[in-house]
């Protein structure tokens, strides 16, 4: 069964920064892309941030920057990193893992993460 929890959300202040993390089960982690996803209220659901299984990221325009994504494969986890946060960046965020074919992509249940005065 394949599980993706997150943890990390919290809420802070703007100019603050965030560790998110995602702890992977169930695949086989290393072979993955990995990414995080956003989704703010009344907004479609958007990319951040992603790595692939040889370690090339990319991000959206709106956090280069101010986020990084890491991973761990011997522990299967994967890490982003959020420095300089704004509260545009409010949003449940989400990890997922993209396998090799449309049939192995995977969700976790979201973190939320309030950027406020």
């Known amino acids: 069964q394949v599980q993706l929890v997150e943890s990390g959300g919290d809420l802070v202040q703007p100019g603050g920064s965030l560790r998110l993390s995602c702890a992977a089960s169930?695949?086989?982690?290393?072979?993955?892309?990995m990414g995080w996803f956003r989704q703010a209220p009344g907004k479609q659901r958007e990319m951040v941030a992603r790595?692939?299984?040889?370690?090339?990221?990319n991000y959206a325009d709106s956090v280069k920057g101010r986020f990084t994504i890491s991973r761990d494969n011997a522990k299967k986890m994967v890490h982003l990193q959020m420095n300089g946060l704004q509260p545009e960046d409010t949003a449940v965020y989400y990890c997922n893992a993209e396998g090799r074919s449309t049939s192995l992509n995977f969700w976790g249940p979201g973190t939320q993460v309030t950027v406020s005065s």
């Open positions: 790595i692939d299984s040889g370690g090339s990221t």
């Open positions: 169930g695949i086989t982690f290393p072979i993955y892309t």
